[in-house]
T-cell receptor, first 112, second 113 residues
Framework: GDSVTQMEGPVTLSEEAFLTINCTYT??????LFWYVQYPGEGLQLLLKATKADDKGSNKGFEATYRKETTSFHLEKGSVQVSDSAVYFC???????????FGAGTRLFVKA | ETGVTQSPTHLIKTRGQQVTLRCSSQ?????VSWYQQALGQGPQFIFQYYREEENGRGNFPPRFSGLQFPNYSSELNVNALELDDSALYLC????????????FGPGTRLLVL
C-alpha cells in the first residue's frame, strides 16, 4: 500500500542554519504531496504542497520539489529561525483524493 | 469565517465504554475527514464523509463509525474502547469530497484507562 517515510528526529539546529528534512514515498498512480506543520500547542497546518512531478511548493521560506524519479519530497529552508521549531509531517494524497497518508513526523528544535 | 472546531477537548474513558467526538466544519465545507494521532506518530486516516455519506475509509475496524449531518458537522463514534484507542483525534474539513486543501481542528485528546 501507499506509504511515507521521513527522517527521524529530533533535528536540532542553530538559528540561520540550513534545514533539510528528507521524505520519500511509495504510491500507485499520481499522488499529491504535502508538508504539514504542527507548532507547539497548535493544530496541524498545511505548509506547502505539490500536485505533479517537478512542481515546487513553497511557503514562509520553505521549499520542496516533487521528484518522481526518486519518489522524494524533501523539505528545505535556507535559514531557520527559533519560531520554526515544530513537528513537520510529510504526507501524500492518493490519486482518488480521499485518503491522506502521513509520515511519522520530524521534530525540529532551533536554538538561538 | 469560522474555523474547524472540535468537542470535547479532553476525555477520559474506561476500557469497553463508548465515546462520541464532535466536529464542526469550516463554513462552506461539505467534507469532513477524521484522523487518529497516537503519541509521537503521524495522523492515520480513519474515514471521510462527503454530503452525509462515507466515501473513504482507512484500516480501522467497524467499531469506529461516523455520521455527517445536513449542516456538514460530523461525529466519530468508537465502541468497545481499547487501551490502544488512546490518542489525539483530529478532524479536517474540505470541499468536494477531496482532501487537497483541508483545514484541521485542534483535536480531542482521548485517554482510555
Amino acid at each position: 500500500g501507499d506509504s511515507v517515510t521521513q527522517m527521524e528526529g529530533p533535528v536540532t539546529l542553530s538559528e540561520e542554519a540550513f534545514l533539510t528534512i528528507n521524505c520519500t514515498y511509495t504510491a500507485t498512480g499520481y499522488p499529491s504531496l504535502f508538508w504539514y506543520v504542527q507548532y507547539p500547542g497548535e493544530g496541524l497546518q498545511l505548509l506547502l504542497k505539490a500536485t505533479k512531478a517537478d512542481d515546487k511548493g513553497s511557503n514562509k521560506g520553505f521549499e520542496a520539489t516533487y521528484r518522481k524519479e526518486t519518489t522524494s519530497f524533501h523539505l528545505e529552508k535556507g535559514s531557520v529561525q527559533v519560531s520554526d521549531s515544530a513537528v513537520y509531517f510529510c504526507a501524500l494524497l492518493n490519486t482518488g483524493g480521499f485518503k491522506t497518508i502521513f509520515g511519522a513526523g520530524t521534530r525540529l528544535f532551533v536554538k538561538a | 469565517e469560522t474555523g474547524v472546531t472540535q468537542s470535547p477537548t479532553h476525555l477520559i474513558k474506561t476500557r469497553g465504554q463508548q465515546v462520541t467526538l464532535r466536529c464542526s466544519s469550516q463554513s462552506g465545507h461539505n467534507t469532513v475527514s477524521w484522523y487518529q494521532q497516537a503519541l509521537g506518530q503521524g495522523p492515520q486516516f480513519i474515514f471521510q464523509y462527503y454530503r452525509e455519506e462515507e466515501n473513504g475509509r482507512g484500516n480501522f475496524p467497524p467499531r469506529f463509525s461516523g455520521l455527517q449531518f445536513p449542516n456538514y458537522s460530523s461525529e466519530l463514534n468508537v465502541n468497545a474502547l481499547e487501551l490502544d484507542d488512546s490518542a489525539l483525534y483530529l478532524c479536517a474539513s474540505s470541499l468536494g469530497g477531496q482532501q487537497e486543501t483541508q483545514y484541521f481542528g485542534p483535536g480531542t485528546r482521548l485517554l482510555v484507562l
